[in-house]
């Protein structure tokens, strides 16, 4: 980009988290921010005849709660992990289903290396894991938008966990919106911009962490469950979330933010400007974590591929801080807050905890002075994965230097007290481990394996 663009050029970015990326690789770059738009004659309350139709169409009663997702069902839009939610938020709602909609792809995480060798496997043998089944789940595959109106109207909440790298926008939510569905999204991406918490739905944290992004899966169901039991203030949600779609994300708003930035790039030619510049921070991270392969192999993309190693771990982390929610902060006595097992851990025969995570699986050796403790504290989280700041506080007092290690290395989040029973969140932790496999761009795939210092 520093080679074709000038100062006087206008970058356009979708959302303020790319905004920010934009910035960081090039600092006197101009970048604006200009929201995509939803199409107003497409997505817009749909009535009750539609509605009833949809839902007969898969098997829905008339009193069940819809659990929506609509978008592709990869490992990065984080699927798997909305599954783990959904089962605890059945504890407290037996009467919910959740309807998946969109294709299934194994495509790989190229920046991380890792693929699931069949998703569609991957997902249903953890549903069997965490006692789902079709009552419960539906996936109902790609849909036309006429159906996606339909759905999205009938809908309770449009969940998305995503945390993919490229979410610059999610369109999906704001058409749900304009239905006049709220969301439960991760702070990830454009959702920032477009889930506002108690004003279109719930946020969700997403923390960068020393073991990849993490979800607060328990402040997840803590809030789906919020949002299908309060009617009245959930209708109240609805009609703002049709307010916002219709006020922030039309297509003449859209029009005008566009014309508004070919005019400054207009005005700004006529001007002296220079080529941007890359950051010291963008020579590094291309040097380090992109490179020539001999030949296109799986998990290339264009000519160039990710290397993997800890150095481009330590720029991707910092790459993607701006489009996650925030980094992990550090441990501090909170009475209000609860701490949560980020992913299932598994000590292996070397002594290093396996991240049972599918989308950041990470190897890390523990250090030998915390070996015992760490061993105890991870006992207790898989008994009990969700744990009062007050209770942890008495049960890790002797451990205390263990703890904070974990928290440091992203193995537990600080989470919300919330409503539901703790434990209905024990299936979680002993979830089973996906079918990954790793992409090696210079040689074959072989199976994957992470470490984290």
Known sequence: ADQCFRTCDVLVANCAADVALARKFWPNATVRCVPLAYDDAIFYPEDETAQRAVRAS??????????????????????????????VVLTAVPDARLVIAGSEDSIPFVEFGVMPLDIRRCLRRLMTHLGLDERHV?????????????????????????????????LAQVEAMACGVPIVGTTWGGLKDTVTQNVTGKQVPAVVTATGVKVDWWRAANSIVQLLTTDASNQQLRERCRAVARDRYSMARYGDALDEAVRDAAAAARRPSEPIRQSAFAEEFWATCIGEPQGLKLGTFGRRFYRQGPESLRLYREL??????????????????????????????????????????????????????????????TLQPVMAHGSLEAATSAAAEA???????????????????????????????????QIDSDTDIVWFSRSAT
């Open 58 to 87: 898969l098997g829905i009663r008339p009193d069940e709660k819809i659990v929506l997702y609509a978008g592709r069902v990869t490992l990065e839009k984080n699927v798997h992990t909305l599954l783990k939610v959904f089962s």
């Open 138 to 170: 539906i996936f109902a595959g790609h849909r036309t938008r006429d159906d996606l109106r339909a759905l999205y109207s009938t809908a309770h909440v449009l969940v998305n966990l995503t945390l993919h790298h490229d979410e610059n926008f999610g």
């Open 320 to 381: 993607i801080t701006p489009f996650a929610g925030a980094a992990m902060d550090p441990v501090r006595p909170d009475a209000e807050c609860a701490w949560c097992l980020a992913a299932p851990l598994v000590f292996e025969e070397d002594d290093t905890l396996s991240v049972n995570d599918p989308l950041y699986p990470f190897e890390v050796p523990v250090p030998k002075h915390v070996l015992d403790d760490v061993r105890t504290l991870v006992n207790q989280f």
């Open 403 to 437: 703890f904070v290690w974990m928290q440091e290395m992203g193995l537990v989040i600080r989470t919300c007290r919330g409503t539901l029973d703790t434990a209905g969140a024990g299936r979680l932790v002993g979830a089973p481990s996906f079918e990954m496999r």
